[in-house]
């Protein structure tokens, strides 16, 4: 009789048998995979997902091509991010003003324009209007040039208001009353 070099004659060979999974193994395998479903949730929506409010204007810029795609609407937008970056620009009406010793000297009610996207991430880069200050202080510096934002295909200019005109109407206001 051949023996195995490792087992002496008199040991018995040790058969493991599987068990069966009880209630407590299962729950702990669908705890698992919940916590790894929200994990992989909140992964896609920080990489993938962006959200439009309807007072925005979106963009995605395709990285690989160069190209602008407008997207329309508001609400999630699910784009790759290796190769698309979503933008968005506030596209509501906002004063901008030119002040000395805390008075106004001259004041514009502007707002972007999204006709002119293409030339606005052309002139500043597609994450010029990513933060608010800064795209606000672009359009004011449009506003109050030599042509006073004529030339700017993204700058609408609402309204002026120099300072004489808002001492006439309260003046008038206050007579009428």
Known sequence: MSES???DSNEVPV????R????SDIRALIGI???ALVVCGIM???????FVDNYEFAFAY???AGKIE???GSGWVVRWPIRYSVHTIDLRPQQVQISFNKRVLNAKLVRFDPKGIETFVEWHGRKAGDNHEELLEILKCYAFDQNEGRDCPFLSVGSVVVPGQGFEATKKATAEK
Do not use: G, H
């Open 62 to 64: 395709d990285m690989w």
């Open 44 to 50: 896609f929506r920080a990489l993938f997902v962006t």
């Open 5 to 7: 070099p490792n087992m």
């Open 15 to 18: 058969v493991r048998m599987k």
């Open 70 to 72: 407008k997207i329309e």
């Open 33 to 35: 995979l919940s916590i």
């Open 20 to 23: 069966r999974p009880d209630a």
